[in-house]
């Protein structure tokens, strides 16, 4: 599967962003899927969780309370709400399965966060 990211961008803290992630096939909808980022000289680490059917979603303590994760699987689209972002929150960000494949791995799309 073919993972596209976008909406990313340089903002100042406490600014808001939307990620998006597309995906080139339909077998999208019957995954749970995840955004995950990584900043250099870490590991990926996963932000944030859905099921396959968008009901459950799953947040580490980093992110919870200012980000969302949402899925529209008639669009293969899953999006990440970030809100009160903070200069820690600076990472290249993905979308992947959960657990990740390691072969759906995209771009990315670069998050970067001034205060």
């Known amino acids: 599967v073919q993972l596209v990211e976008s909406g990313g961008g340089l903002v100042q803290a406490g600014d808001s962003l939307r990620l998006s992630c597309v995906a080139s096939r339909s077998t999208f909808r019957i995954n749970a899927m995840g955004w995950y980022r990584q900043v250099p000289g870490k590991q990926r680490e996963l932000v944030a969780s859905i099921t396959a059917g968008g009901r459950i979603t799953t947040y580490p303590d980093s992110v919870k309370g200012r980000f969302t994760i949402s899925r529209d699987n008639a669009k293969n689209t899953m999006y990440l709400q970030m809100n009160s972002l903070k200069p820690e929150d600076t990472a290249v960000y993905y979308c992947?399965?959960?657990?990740?494949?390691?072969?759906?791995w995209g771009q990315g799309t670069q998050v970067t966060v001034t205060s």
């Open positions: 992947n399965t959960v657990p990740a494949r390691r072969a759906d």
